[in-house]
């Protein structure tokens, strides 16, 4: 993944010659500063949601990506959370602030790293079950089967 300037930036700047140069310019240092981390967020999520993806299912991979109790559990890792913490920590007075510094980047180093991994993980398995759903339906089609003790059913 990388942040590219567009047909439609190229237009709309064509009679602005330096605000063109400093919009590549800026494209530039933002692929160097976050380009690593886009990469790195967009592997995670194709790891994630592999198994619906391999079973060519991006439908639910996306609606899996986008189920708003995902999206709620993501957002706790963003600032206003870390500014919640910080805020905790300064309210206790914690009075040396390199300790304090030190204890609030643990929490939100370590804390967050975990509460990270375990989303990334429960997407995964929630994913891998979808994926076997679809599996198992595909199945039970085949067979003729429809559902769970459908074999009961044949032995009768």
């Given at each position: 993944m990388e942040e590219r300037l567009t047909a439609?930036?190229?237009?709309?700047?064509?009679?602005?010659?330096?605000?063109?140069?400093?919009?590549?310019?800026?494209?530039?240092?933002?692929?160097?500063?976050?380009?690593?981390?886009?990469?790195?967020?967009?592997?995670?999520?194709?790891?994630?949601?592999?198994?619906?993806?391999?079973?060519?299912?991006?439908?639910?991979?996306?609606?899996?990506?986008?189920?708003?109790?995902?999206?709620?559990?993501?957002?706790?890792?963003?600032?206003?959370?870390?500014?919640?913490?910080?805020?905790?920590?300064?309210?206790?007075?914690y009075g040396w602030l390199p300790g304090a510094l030190e204890l609030f980047l643990w929490v939100v180093a370590a804390v967050g790293t975990v509460y990270a991994i375990a989303l990334l993980l429960w997407l995964r398995l929630a994913s891998a079950s979808g994926a076997r759903e679809r599996a198992g339906a595909a199945v039970d089609r085949r067979s003729g089967r429809r559902g769970p003790g459908a074999g009961d059913r044949d032995a009768e």
């Open positions: 439609y930036d190229e237009i709309y700047y064509e009679d602005r010659p330096l605000a063109l140069r400093l919009l590549r310019h800026l494209i530039a240092a933002y692929n160097i500063v976050y380009g690593w981390q886009d990469r790195l967020v967009h592997r995670l999520d194709s790891w994630a949601v592999a198994p619906l993806l391999r079973a060519g299912r991006s439908e639910p991979a996306d609606a899996l990506r986008d189920d708003p109790r995902f999206l709620t559990a993501v957002s706790a890792l963003g600032p206003g959370l870390q500014i919640l913490v910080l805020d905790v920590i300064t309210v206790a007075g």
